[in-house]
């Protein structure tokens, strides 16, 4: 038989820390024994556990170890974390410790050290001169680094929800299309707000479906009113943004009456082509070819962008980096600003940004499909709050809610 002793501290039966915990234990082979517990007396105050592990073997508890402290357990014995050399350039030793998006912390030269740049399926490298740890992608990483192997000294606080989850007390459900929209925008309105007057940033991801559904003039006035600080999208969403501007037409549908136009399919192409044409986006804007529209609304405040690339892209735009990794890095240029993220309508974004954001963030999904909001969840960003909805109701609501004014439509000259 094997033992180990472990403690949960903080909102451990408000967010099912505890329940969790306790489960793993008995799923990976092993069973407890509760020695302390201490349940604070208001939603407010923290609370405490101490778990007695048991295990049939030494294989069994490591792996039970592993489970529990990703979870937010902490070994009551205090070893320091181990580290050990990447082999070379984007390689990781065997054992290495893979990350969550939860705040993290590493016990190292007798103190808690916090982890610096929070995601989750990283290495956890540290830097012994400096006395600081960070979170590294593994093509990142490079020979002689010292990253985290194993799980001990390493502790992950889980995100208090108590806070958020009183604001949608109205519905048990994270993902639900029936929902009370109008209040949960509201909501989604405050913490903007809220953000920016903590100093933090708020991200938007936007779909091409933004354009589609004819919600562009409510994002474009979203932008102007200083409520967007970063926008992550593909070349969908900027191609058809222009093309609309260019054409008044959507993937070759009339943005006015809802009909397809003769030659509409051709549309986003010649837009693309124009502003290759031009050099970039900005110059495209600068000349005047692009007057209005999103990235006119980017280029005009200065609103930082990054488009990516697929494998299913037209032209591309010249704005668009093809290179993954590279587009990666960009994003995560902006993420330790951010305080709030919305994602509309874009299934593949979604989950790709999600998987870089600390729990920390605020983070909304808004998709018409549910599936969406729950492969995202499923996909590890399990604080994520679902909304399915069309996302020009979203968007008008919200530009509604925070008191800016957005035309309903733009009619354009079809060509």
């Not at 082999?87 to 912390?105: C, H, K, Q």
């Not at 933004?210 to 979203?222: D, Q, R, V």
């Not at 967007?228 to 501007?245: K, T």
């Not at 968007?395 to 008191?403: D, H, I, N, S």
Request: with cysteine.
């Amino acid at each position: 038989m094997r033992i180990e002793t472990v403690e949960l501290r903080g909102h451990i039966i408000d967010n099912l820390t505890l329940p969790k915990i306790l489960d793993q234990i008995q799923a990976f082979g092993g069973d407890y024994r509760i020695e302390d517990l201490r349940v604070g007396h208001s939603s407010r105050d923290p609370s405490s556990a101490r778990i007695r592990i048991e295990a049939p073997d030494a294989e069994t508890l490591e792996d039970i170890l592993e489970q529990v402290t990703r979870s937010g357990a902490m070994i009551s014995r205090q070893p320091e974390v181990e580290l050990r050399p990447a082999p070379r350039d984007g390689v990781l030793p065997d054992d290495f410790y893979a990350t969550t998006n939860l705040p993290s912390e590493i016990y190292y030269h007798g103190r808690w050290l916090a982890v610096s740049h929070t995601e989750m399926d990283c290495a956890l490298v540290v830097d012994r001169r400096k006395m600081r740890a960070r979170c590294l992608r593994m093509h990142r990483v490079r020979k002689g680094d010292l990253v985290a192997v194993g799980h001990e000294g390493i502790r992950v606080q889980p995100v208090d929800k108590a806070g958020d989850r009183q604001a949608f007390e109205f519905m048990s459900s994270q993902v639900s299309s029936e929902k009370p929209k109008l209040l949960v925008i509201r909501q989604i309105a405050r913490w903007i707000r809220e953000a920016h007057d903590d100093g933090r940033k708020v991200l938007f991801v936007g779909g091409p479906a933004i354009i589609h559904t004819g919600a562009g003039p409510y994002f474009e006035a979203l932008v102007h009113a200083g409520f967007v600080d970063v926008l992550f999208a593909g070349n969908a969403l900027a191609a058809h943004d222009i093309e609309s501007d260019m054409f008044g037409t959507s993937l070759g549908v009339s943005l006015s009456s809802g009909r397809p136009v003769e030659h509409g399919h051709e549309h986003h192409l010649r837009a693309i082509n124009r502003v290759r044409a031009a050099g970039s986006i900005a110059k495209a804007v600068r000349a005047g070819l692009i007057k209005r529209g999103v990235m006119h609304a980017c280029i005009r405040r200065k609103v930082p962008y990054v488009l990516t690339g697929s494998i299913r892209d037209d032209g591309p735009l010249p704005d668009v980096v093809t290179d993954m990794p590279t587009g990666q890095d960009a994003m995560r240029a902006h993420i330790p600003s951010l305080g709030v993220a919305v994602m509309v309508g874009t299934t593949l974004l979604s989950i790709a940004v999600g998987n870089m954001l600390p729990a920390t963030v605020k983070t909304v999904c808004v998709d018409i499909n549910p599936a969406v909001v729950t492969k995202l969840s499923d996909r590890g960003t399990f604080h994520a709050l679902g909304l399915v909805t069309d996302a020009e109701l979203f968007l008008r609501q919200l530009a509604r809610e925070l008191g800016v004014d957005a035309e309903p439509s733009r009619p354009k000259k079809e060509k």
